[in-house]
């Protein structure tokens, strides 16, 4: 089921603070109920009466269940570089990566944990759903040159021989191996690690790579 509802692009962040308190709780409800049981298993009207909020509501401000994800997926992405952001030097870095990159890592992880629901369903829609997946494609490259700015601005402690593109597979590198980390797929039992080894894990992985030398 399908309403009229604002086109891609064209929906407008609400500008009274109940309006945003309700679409954060719509936008909680979801991640949960997606998390739980999937995309297809989630109905619209599941979502209202768990914020609680009229059906009508979700489908006069996004149109439908589709749509509503893939708001969900921007403002996911969103979300994400705009932290990256919050973590780049804005030119040259000064501090030591070694320090800096936990921190940025356990950061990836809290955010898929807090958008796992979201991730979930999108991976179950978008092999039948064009649009969500052009969409998952521009995030992520969106996400990859965000952290790609942000490792290139420590690039004079790098060893390798090419830092832009080690920054750039750098981050790619750092990118999978979260979303497989935070993932609800199953995972070999050889291949799990609690967080803070597996922190510990990626960033020794990742400087490596880039040449950071362990005494700089």
């Known amino acids: 089921m399908s309403r009229r509802g604002p086109k891609p692009g064209e929906f407008e ?3 009274q603070a109940r309006t945003r308190e309700q679409l954060a709780r719509i936008l909680e409800v979801t991640d949960e109920l997606f998390a739980e049981r ?3 298993a989630t109905k619209i009207a599941d979502i209202a009466k768990a914020v609680p909020c009229s ?3 979700i489908y006069d401000r996004f149109g439908g269940k589709a749509e509503l994800l893939r708001y969900m ?3 996911g992405a969103e979300e994400a570089v705009a932290l990256i952001g919050a973590l780049d030097p804005q030119g040259e870095a000064t501090g030591d990566l070694r320090e800096v990159l936990p921190q940025a890592v356990r950061m990836g992880i809290t955010i898929l944990r807090r958008y796992r629901g979201r ?4 991976l179950e829609l978008m092999h039948v759903d064009p649009e969500l997946a052009a969409l998952e494609l521009a995030n992520m490259e969106q996400l990859a040159l965000a952290g790609q700015r942000f490792l290139f601005a420590y690039r004079r402690q790098f060893q390798h021989p090419d830092p832009e593109l080690a920054a750039q597979q750098a981050m790619r590198l750092l990118m999978a191996m979260t979303e497989q980390h935070g993932s609800s797929l199953p995972t070999p039992a050889s291949g799990q690690l609690d967080e803070n080894r ?3 894990e ?3 992985m990742t400087l ?3 040449g950071v030398p362990r005494d700089y």
């Open 13 to 15: 962040e609400p500008k």
């Open 38 to 40: 999937g995309y297809q």
């Open 55 to 57: 059906i009508s509501t």
């Open 73 to 75: 997926h921007r403002q």
């Open 119 to 122: 991730r979930r369903a999108s």
């Open 198 to 200: 597996f922190v510990r």
């Open 202 to 204: 990626v960033t020794r």
């Open 208 to 210: 490596a790579y880039l």
